[in-house]
């Protein structure tokens, strides 16, 4: 996923809103993508969208939170802005509960919206620079032998090894070879972390 020239993803079935939207990001060097609805967005979806989107909440078939459910049921992490012409307080709250940068009401002032976007946009690469880090950790992990695995789980549970040892019925020395290969091959530097690297990538178990 490139980080260059972020997108906005404009989602919204009004066409003079995309058009007014789209006229003013792109008069400050943004670039603009419009959708007429979230079925549309969603077919048209690459895994190397880089940007954020923004959604109108009321449109027909799939309304902008249920297109927000969906987004992060296929773990689709661009940052998510609710511009909505018919919003209240209940629907707000919900929106930004399950993960929305923020919830504007028509019509935007202009400065308010490129404030967000560039706040979603420095999100946006939050989010990637994150799954880059976990992909290389779990890589890192994947190099581990099954036993390797096994001293690993141990260690970062805080077992010593004389405990691992025992539990494995292996020697105490064989333990630290193994601590050392398994540090070698994580990258990690110190016991924490390792358990940190094992926690991001949720391997720990």
């Keep these: 996923m490139s980080t260059h020239n972020p997108i906005v993803f404009i989602i919204d079935d009004d066409a003079a809103v995309r058009d007014s939207l789209t006229l003013m990001l792109e008069q400050v060097g943004i670039h603009v993508q419009s ?27 799939v309304d902008g ?5 969906e ?8 940052p998510v802005i609710f511009l909505t012409g018919h919003g209240d307080i209940p629907m707000s709250v919900r ?8 919830f504007l009401t ?21 989010r990637v620079g994150e799954m880059i880090r976990n992909q290389e950790m779990i890589s890192c992990l994947a190099k581990l032998t ?12 805080g077992r010593s090894n004389k405990e691992i040892a025992s539990c494995l019925g292996i020697s105490h020395r064989t333990v630290e070879i193994y601590k050392s290969k398994i540090m070698h091959k994580t990258g990690a530097a110190n016991l924490l972390d390792l358990a940190r690297i094992t926690r991001e990538s949720g391997l720990s178990n």
Excluded at 107 to 120: D, G, N
Excluded at 146 to 157: D, G, K
Aim: net charge negative.
């Design 106 to 126: 028509k019509p935007v002032i202009r400065e308010k919206l490129l404030v967000c976007v560039q706040t979603a946009f420095a999100e946006a690469e939050k």
């Design 146 to 157: 099954e036993r390797e695995r096994e001293v690993m789980v141990l260690a970062v549970q």
């Design 71 to 78: 987004l992060s049921r296929r773990k689709i992490v661009l």
């Design 35 to 61: 959708f007429d609805s979230a079925k549309a967005f969603l077919s048209a979806f690459q895994s190397d969208f880089f940007g954020c989107i923004i959604i109108d909440v009321q449109m027909p078939d």
């Design 65 to 69: 939170l249920q297109l927000q459910e």
């Design 95 to 102: 929106a930004i509960k399950a993960g929305a940068m923020d």
